[in-house]
């Protein structure tokens, strides 16, 4: 009787500690909690930041012949190395005064082309701006600025200034191709409020617009040409209501004012839904292209009328509309539909394959319709008046250092598609390697399928210093 | 007789004293949070530095650098966060922010701000950061389960109070929570947290206290991802201080100007 009663006794005390130890495997491994092992994060000063490197891009394409409509030989690039030095810099001498730099030196060496020529260094100015906060939260800025707007990935109605910036690009992914556009001169003033802000742009003409497809040669022209040819001013409010962040714009340019606004909610814990939408009065894309290619003397002021198409001035809408979400992987989804209503509907696409593809079409006319694309692409609008965007971003994919892209442009009308699989590995902290490829499927006639470039691949290496 | 008895009430004694029956009247579950909530959470505007350092099968395999910028919002009771990368060298100076449903990441490189959902803020490391300013008292609902014996990252045993919480509010990440504070100190020591099928997703043990800020904090965070069994994230803090969050901050419009202070 008495073990007994000491055996409960010492039961009870020990029954805590059993307890304890079932709770416990050690789930931490050894090493973990290695003390000698400290990270500091890196210092920098807090008046100069900069992020710097460099990058080599090799790629290659297989043209094909026999397409519908030919296309200019000298576009046909079978081959290019692009070898890089990328800088963005900040510096802050007071608190409230800022100078901000962001350049990009290429160097180019690429199949038609002379190893010394005026398009082996080109130099992408990007940004060039001082910005100066007055009052806290208010900002006067003025110089080269890349003013970026808008909800969706592959097409951005509200992104006004999206126009003649793109430069040299590695990848076709829409979220790769903004990281290397230029700004626009303007003069530029933000508040910014708990609840919102407000800003105002004036990007004046400075010089006369450039053509569509045009090498410099000193290779570091600042592209104002393009980006200030013409008179512009925007206006944007942004708000915080109803958890949609709307933002409200107002864009002037003569002959090409819109209104615009883009949303964003999300929808659960995994979705976001977004839209945007512009419109005004403007001309259709056929009709723009050939006054601009008159203007800048790619086509003839007696060049005969391309395509047959209306050109009065009427009030035309863009708009992206989709929605993201987050996979049981860990991949995120977009999923957009594109219309842009002066673009090129089917009438306007018949017209094109039967011009170019008759019999003894002179090769003139078959550079002018193939510019008409150039143009379009020029311009970042969509050629096509109904297009699909679908894009798949997976990190972590399969291994911690892989992080697979891939996305399609669908043209709706005629089903043709524009893909592209990304793959981006981390070999370490410093490197990275990346390859593309990409891919125009589709019938003889459609629009990706009458691309004469049915497959080109990328690989890249990237040195961050 | 009395021999008996008396080995009998000491037997009793011992669990009872191991229990904490004998203190007073134990704080409420939701009285307990709000204390652990101190303890994690500066009640004034902060911001520190993480060192995230990934271990997989127990070796350090890569190490993101990032501030984080808190302040609290006195109407929602939430923690806004701005979560700016430091390192490596590729993510320099991205951002994410973070408030309440009002979530954006952004990209220095392409200028582009990019609403995100919950679920993808909980994609990377970046997500181990945000485990720091979850609002525990006020979004969710405490019941406390009992007083146990645990132990902690360094094996120690530590007398803890332990306590379930259940999402209260539709901005709370985690469905619910288990979490185990010191008695007495009011220190984490633990924490499970799961996901809305009741799926264990990670644990994380609060280690290394130093008085920062006013208040004894933990100044290192194990985080053990119960998914991926071979994946271990050690988030090391430094640099806690005091600074003046502006409100404006946590707007999209803002992400571009954000610079180190």
Known sequence: MRIGIFLIAIAMMVAPRLAMAGQTADPIPAGVLDESRKTSPPTSSSTFHAKVFLEDALTTSAFEDGIAVPYPPALAVSWQDRASVDATLQWKPIKSLSFTVSDRANLYVQDQQAFISRDTIRNDFRE?????????????????????????????????????????????????IRQNRLGTLMGRGQAIWSSGSASVAFAPKVMSPSPVIESDSLGVDLHVDATNAAGRVLGTLSVDVLNLSPQLL??????????????????????????EWAGGQEKNLITRAIEFGQQTGTLPDTAPVLLPTSTSTTFRNDVAAGFSGTLATKATLNVEYHFHQSGLGGGDWGNWFDRGSAPGAPAALTSQLWYL?????????????????????????????????????????????LSQVSANYYLSHRWTAS???????????SERGSFPQRLSSIVQLTLYL | MIAKGSIVLVALAATLVRGGAFTDHPPSAADIVAAADNARNPSQPFRVSLALIEYRNGQPHDTTNLAVHSKLDPNTHQYRNIVRYVAPPRDLGKLVLLNASNMWFYDPASKASIRISAQQRLIGQASDGDVLTVNLAHDYAARLIGEESIQDADKQARSAWHLDL????????????ETWIEEGTYQPIKSKFYSDSGRLLKLAYYRRYETQLGWARPMEIIIVDAVDAHLVTKITYSDFRAEDVKDEWFQREYLPRFTEK
């Open chain 1, 250 to 275: 107002g864009y002037f340019e003569r002959g090409r004012s819109k209104l615009g606004i883009n949303v964003s909610r999300p929808i659960g814990n995994a979705v976001i839904v977004y839209a």
């Open chain 1, 128 to 176: 060039g701006y001082v910005t100066w906060e007055p009052h806290t939260s208010v900002y006067l800025e003025a110089g080269r600025i890349n003013v970026r707007n808008g909800a969706a990935l592959g097409f951005n109605p509200t992104d006004f200034f999206k126009t003649r910036a793109l430069v040299g690009q590695a990848s076709l992914d829409p979220s790769v």
């Open chain 2, 166 to 177: 259940t999402a209260s509010t539709s901005d709370a990440t985690y469905s619910r929570l």
């Open chain 1, 373 to 417: 694309r150039a143009y379009a692409n020029d311009q970042q609008e969509p050629l096509t008046q109904h297009q699909g965007f679908v894009r798949v971003s997976w990190p972590r994919a399969f291994v911690n250092d892989l992080e697979l892209t891939a996305f399609a442009f669908v043209d709706l009308r005629d089903g043709s598609v």
């Open chain 1, 435 to 445: 390859v593309y490829v990409s891919s125009n499927l589709g019938a003889a006639r």
